[in-house]
């Protein structure tokens, strides 16, 4: 009975969780669940000999392969799940938040596993004739390189962004440095006024004096 109120607990914090959420995590969270479960459930590679049954293979099999997708996969996840995550993650290397960027980047590294398993199997089965993707691995694949170009505009969208900003920035930096430098060359303009008026005072200083010892 606490095994299951501790579960139940955990899914209300989820829950609670996932709708604290943007939308564009929300959307994305679901993806990486979804691409998850393709992934471990479905079979990417069929074995087919002359004589004898097929077999069917899923990604455990392609072990360095896994193991590259699982990590970023987990990386991916933490990321957009858990705040202390990611709060660790900038503030130990210094990363800033960009969540389109981080995304577009381990998605890249998926991506280049996963069709790297297509490639080689390609090359085998062209070879033998006896092994081939399946058409799980071709939706997948599909599913996968949707989704990179997706947050690849993201990415550009969110540069722009920041390029107009940083544009802004520099105009108010000129415009304040040129009304500096024009309030210092009109103090300039009575700094010489003032000297030139001073040896004139001193002067005709002088030639009252001249006039009041005669």
Sequence with gaps: MHKKLNLSERISRFTQKFWRFTK??????????????LLLACPLIKYSPLSGISHSFRIFYMFKSFLIILVSMIVLLSWNMNFKFKNFIIGYFGFKENDSLFNFGFLWIIVTAFLGIGDAIWLVGRQTQFMKVTFWYNLIQLFLLLWLVLTLVSVIKHAKENAHKTKI???????????IQHKKSFKGLFDEEETEEQPKEHHHTYEHHEHHSE
């Design 24 to 37: 564009n995590q929300k959307v994305f969270v679901l993806y990486l669940r979804i691409l998850a479960f």
């Design 169 to 179: 920035v520099n105009v108010v930096d000129e415009d304040a440095m040129k009304e």
